[in-house]
Nanobody, 120 residues
C-alpha cells in the first residue's frame, strides 16, 4: 500500500486547507485511515481517524470543531478539512492506514507527509 499526501502549504491564521491522501494498492475500503502530525521538536500527535465503515472514533481535543476527516472509497482517498487554522497547527501531516479496519494500534502504512505552515 502506498499513500501520498497533498494539499499542504502556507496559510495565514484563520485560513483553511484541505489535505488529501491517495492510496494505491491494497483494499482501501477495508482500511481505517488516520491523520497524524508532528511539529518541530515535538512528538507525533494523533489527530483523527475514520474507520472502514465511515465511523469517526476520534478527534484530538486541539482540533475538535475545526478539522473534519472524510473518505471517498471510489477515489481511494481520505481528506482532512482544516478550518480556523492556528499557528500551533504548523506541522508535517501524515496519513496512515490500519488494515484491521478499526483505528487502533496497527497503522502499518504511512505516507511521506505534507508540510502545513500557519503564519500569525
Amino acid at each position: 500500500v502506498q499513500l501520498v499526501e497533498s494539499g499542504g502549504g502556507l496559510v495565514q491564521a484563520g485560513g483553511s486547507l484541505r489535505l488529501s491522501c491517495a492510496a494505491s494498492g491494497g483494499t482501501f475500503s477495508t482500511y481505517a485511515m488516520g491523520w497524524f502530525r508532528q511539529a518541530p521538536g515535538k512528538e507525533r500527535e494523533f489527530v483523527t481517524a475514520i474507520n472502514w465503515d465511515g465511523f469517526i472514533p476520534y478527534y484530538a481535543d486541539s482540533v475538535k470543531g475545526r478539522f473534519t476527516i472524510s473518505r471517498d472509497n471510489a477515489k481511494k482517498t481520505v481528506y482532512l478539512q482544516m478550518n480556523s487554522l492556528k499557528p500551533d497547527d504548523t506541522a508535517i501531516y501524515y496519513c496512515a492506514a490500519d488494515p484491521t479496519g478499526i483505528s487502533g494500534e496497527n497503522y502499518y502504512y504511512w505516507g511521506q507527509g505534507t508540510q502545513v505552515t500557519v503564519s500569525s
